[in-house]
């Protein structure tokens, strides 16, 4: 109910604004009709103090010749802007925040919420716990009102996910911390697949690469650079258009051959495995999925857990699904 009167609100408030926009300009056109013909005896009483004063003379042609260079200029830059803006709008870029920003961070918050109801939501991420999971996330308030979700998020048990942390070297940042913020983002889909959603989630090896929200005819994008934050890299927003080289179309077509590609297994969200599937689809094997650990990644900092009888007890028991913790986590959630 807050969510629609908040709706009307903005409605009512875009609306305002545009009549008051018509408004101040009929006004101003009326001034300025109004005080031409006093500007103009004004300024003609000028000149004729002025023509005939050299120095003045020559401080008015020097003002004036000022005022169309910066004129030209302005022109100039207006132009090329333009330009600059109708090749975005071919490419599908409509929005680009360098930095996260309060009002941005609404800005996106909003724009998902409107977009995500009654959808299939698709992401590329990490951990997905500042996605999923976080109360102050980009898509904590859109999936109770979508229809399913594709995850793709990284293995925590995997190789790349231990080089990463390793490369970011945060100190709050811990492998033990990305794998427990797996871990509940894995217990929140549990708990929108029980509500009835199709959720499918799938663990991917390799290293992550963007940062990928797709909500009907709007994407967001970011980049994993190899030893920083995602969260200090800019956000990219961009929107499906009728023309086929836009950016938009690039990067679903990314995401489907990524979801569809056979080395990527899928995470069973009933029995805690990972299944692998052929190129035609039929399974091949399945695999626990904390037993996919490699024995490389047992290092001091943090050693993969052990199984046992009480890990054992809540995988026997996992059709009850756990409700997700919604503390803040490390420094690494993504």
Known sequence: ??????????????????????????????GIALLLPAGARHFLSFWSQVEH???SLIAVEMTVAVLLIAAL???????????????????????????RARRAERHIKQLKEDEGTGRTIKVIGSSGYSTLVDQVGDLASVLDKCLGAQILLVNPYSQEASSRIQAIGHPGCTLSGFREEVRQSIALLKRLKAMGKAVKLKLYTDPPLV??????????????????????????VLQHN??????????????????????????????????????????LRREQFELTALPCLEMPVDRPRALTSEVAGRRIRANNVPEPSYGRMTACSE
Not at 216 to 228: E, K, P, S
Not at 252 to 269: A, C, G, K, N, V
């Open 73 to 99: 200029n302005f022109l100039h830059r207006s132009f090329r802007d333009r330009a600059l803006a109708a090749h975005a709008t071919g490419a599908g870029l409509v929005s680009f925040f360098p930095r």
């Open 53 to 55: 004063n050299k120095l």
């Open 211 to 236: 940062k990928m929200v797709v909500l009907g005819d709007y994407l967001w994008l970011q980049h994993y650079h190899a030893d920083l934050d995602i969260e200090t890299m800019p956000e990219y």
């Open 242 to 283: 009728r023309k086929t080289h836009g950016l938009y179309t690039l990067c679903t077509h990314y995401f489907e051959q990524r979801w569809e590609s056979p080395e990527i297994p899928e995470y069973d969200l009933e029995t805690d495995e990972l299944i692998y599937r052929s190129r035609t689809g039929n399974e």
């Open 1 to 30: 109910m807050f969510h629609e009167f908040s709706s009307t609100f903005r409605a009512l408030c875009r609306n305002a604004a545009g009549s008051a926009y018509h408004i101040a300009i009929v006004a101003l056109s009326g």
